[in-house]
């Protein structure tokens, strides 16, 4: 699906895809369980924790502190081959995956199963089963792809879109539910642009990407062979594809323009002028297909490529728009087709734009499927065996801890009047949190899935997640829900409901153990606390209020002040160079480059203030605060592919991770006091060098 708004706003993350047949039957997500789920925690990968003997004490912390904390480590970790980065987000998302590989295998071994764990069998069993995929090669699409060779006019075209978009498979236009900026409590109908098979707009322009987009018309060339095209055919269609995608990449918004214009999302109409907008292609008659009552509200992001789409509907020739639709249709399918398929995919979107080295294996591979089409179900089983009830207990003290502290920041800004002030700290004061997984399991009535086919599983499940998306049009947002499940690494704010949100698997080693001294657990999951509470203040997250509501609650004078000082953050990031000389985007990632120093700061405040009238360890030689500083450094240890590396520096709104280890500690005096750093060091950003927001 082309839009999934609600996820884009709420995602401002810290940073991550032969049985026997059985009758299909549904799901019930009440559905008692087959048997109880067991964890063999030998098994598991290791942890990525600060160790002392980690730090290169060759190495100065005040001018290379990136490199003191985690050189060594990185050196000695390299890559694994089926990833493009490692770190202790990857590793940890190794464990978390190794853990729903037991509860997966477990899941499918019971034929009775009910429930989830039925739909994660379902899943797993047919994904693993190789030799019966192998053995339908194209045949699962040959019916869709025999519609899409007879299509003759726009009004054929027309219709398959909205055909296809019923079940699920808008990729070109599709609608999802998402909050009204205006009235957040409310679910209105919404599109976005989309169509694109490169990263972002800037593939298909920037002379840079070249070799990309020549190798791009070379998988599209592939895939549409494989597909059944002659070859010397298939490379003239492979060009028109490109071109195809190329004029609406033109019309289109970049992943930088949207991270640093929240507006651009927001744009309500009538479902009448949004037929007026496209009279080739009738809204109404796409909401009657899609079985939803006509939205009194309707969201149309970026105008300009809806406008475009429908004059391609007129001018582009048939022959092109049935090129373009038949390779995507198998583009999309490939990871759930046969070997061919799968490696082409791999290839291209992996390899090419990645620099992955290996395929990852089988078993990771529909593990991600499983958390993709039906990852809450995954979740409810994996919070049983795999998240203790004292990590959520600690996980509140933190939370209202960093609160406090963040609450103390805000009393004391000396830039901000006190009627801004007022409104922040009502903002501040309405943040829901938000801890390990949901109190309200999502229902699975009426998703049916068996043992017979992998991709007539993913199939189904698209359906019923579009349907389940597009059922909350106009009706009252469900603040129950989770933009994520519980076994994803990650966090985020939602400027729509004002919630933070931290998912049971990263409530682990480097970022939290219960059984930690307080430096480690605030440098690491506190500063991430910190790091989803300053979202709420990003340059972006600022313009919602306590409710949720798109609004404007600053003076004008304050706004000047802000902008002032986040203009100094974007040209300290902007400064920053990579090994071979390249600079960031200190604008693209602005809002992540505030929430890391609003977080740093107010973790240490609180974790100060939570140590008061205790002495310092000393653990290892290393006072409290030094400590803090290096967990925060030990959670951005990261290496990445050259490859992966020059996609993130253009599509990435976070800054590169050894630049978030030293971005935000460098403007903070605790940091140089911690390690006895002087004015001139390069971790020492003074007077006017020095920014200070929250």
Not at 11 to 33: G, L, M, Y
Not at 384 to 395: H, L, Q
Not at 441 to 450: A, K
Not at 613 to 640: C, E, I, K, S, Y
Request: charged share 25%.
């Amino acid at each position: 699906m082309l839009l999934s708004l609600a996820v884009t706003l709420a995602v401002s993350a810290c940073q991550r895809e032969s049985a026997p047949a059985a009758a299909t039957a549904t799901a019930p997500a009440d559905a008692p369980a087959a048997r109880e789920m067991t964890l063999d925690e030998s098994k598991l990968p290791p942890f990525n924790q600060f160790q002392v003997e980690d730090l290169d004490t060759s190495k100065n912390a005040c001018t290379d502190f990136a490199g003191y904390a985690n050189a060594k480590f990185l050196a000695a970790n390299p890559i694994p081959g089926d990833r493009t980065s490692w770190g202790a987000f990857e590793m940890l998302d190794e464990r978390s995956t190794a853990v729903q590989q037991q509860l997966a295998e477990q899941a499918a071994a019971d034929a009775d199963a009910t429930g989830v764990e039925k739909l994660v069998g379902d899943f797993w069993a047919t994904g693993m089963d190789e030799a019966k995929i192998n053995a339908q090669g194209i045949e699962p699409l040959r019916d869709e792809l025999a519609r899409i060779d007879a299509l003759s006019d726009s009004a054929g075209i027309v219709a398959w879109l909205r055909e296809t978009a019923a079940k699920g498979q808008g990729f070109l236009i599709g609608v999802g539910a998402m909050p009204d900026f205006k009235d957040s409590s409310i679910n209105i109908a919404a599109t976005g642009q989309g169509g694109l098979g490169l990263p972002d707009t800037p593939y298909y322009k920037d002379a840079d990407k070249q070799d990309i987009r020549d190798a791009y018309v070379a998988h599209i060339a592939k895939v549409l062979e494989l597909s059944g095209v002659p070859a010397a055919e298939a490379a003239t269609q492979a060009n028109d594809v490109l071109a195809f995608e190329t004029r609406l990449a033109a019309a289109s918004k970049s992943r930088a323009e949207f991270s640093r214009d929240v507006s651009l999302y927001y744009n309500p109409m009538p479902v009448a002028d949004a037929d007026k907008l496209t009279p080739n292609f009738s809204w109404t008659e796409f909401f009657e297909a899609q079985g939803v009552e006509q939205p009194g509200t309707f969201s149309v992001s970026v105008p300009d490529y809806f406008r475009e789409v429908d004059a391609m509907l007129a001018d582009v020739p048939v022959d092109q728009w049935k090129s373009y639709l038949r390779f995507h249709v198998v583009d999309g399918a490939s990871p759930y087709l046969s070997d061919a398929f799968v490696q082409q995919h791999y290839d291209f979107h992996n390899r090419t734009l990645s620099g992955q080295k290996e395929l990852e294996p089988r078993w990771k591979r529909v593990l991600g499927t499983i958390d993709g089409q039906v990852g809450e179900a995954m979740g409810q089983l994996y919070v049983k065996v795999a998240f203790p009830p004292e990590s959520k207990a600690k996980m509140e003290a933190l939370v209202a801890n960093l609160g406090e502290a963040l609450k103390a920041r805000i009393q004391n800004l000396e830039w901000m009047s006190e009627e801004t002030k007022a409104k922040a700290l009502e903002k501040q004061a309405a943040f829901t949190t938000k801890i390990g997984y949901t109190d309200k399991w999502r229902d699975w009535n009426g998703l049916e899935t068996g043992r017979e086919s992998y991709l007539d599983n993913v199939l189904a499940a698209q359906e019923f997640n579009y349907r389940w998306q597009i059922g909350k049009i106009g009706e009252p947002v469900d603040k129950t829900e989770w933009a994520m499940p519980p076994q994803m690494v990650n966090a985020y704010y939602n400027p729509l409901q004002n919630e933070i949100v931290f998912p049971a698997a990263i409530l682990q080693p480097p970022f939290f153990d219960p059984d930690a001294t307080d430096e480690m657990n605030y440098g690491g999951i506190g500063a991430v606390i910190g790091h989803e509470m300053s979202h709420g203040y990003d340059d972006q997250g600022s313009r919602f209020g306590p409710t949720g509501k798109f609004e404007n609650w600053w003076t004008e004078a304050d706004a000047a002040a802000f902008k002032e000082r986040t203009g100094k953050l974007v040209a300290q990031f902007d400064g920053y160079r990579t090994s071979d000389g390249r600079a960031l985007n200190g604008t693209h990632t602005l809002g992540e480059n505030i929430g890391d120093l609003g977080g740093l700061a107010t973790a240490y405040d609180a974790m100060k203030k939570a140590t008061a009238g205790t002495p310092d360890p000393m653990t290892d030689g290393l006072t409290r605060d030094q400590r803090f500083f290096l967990n925060w450094a030990t959670v951005w240890r990261r290496n990445f592919t050259p490859e992966e590396l020059s996609k993130r520096l253009v599509t990435d709104e976070h800054a590169l991770a050894e630049f978030r280890a030293i971005g935000a500690p460098s403007n903070l005096p605790a940091f140089a006091a911690a390690f006895g750093c002087k004015p001139g060091d390069a971790m020492v950003r003074d007077g006017d060098r020095q920014v200070v927001i929250w």
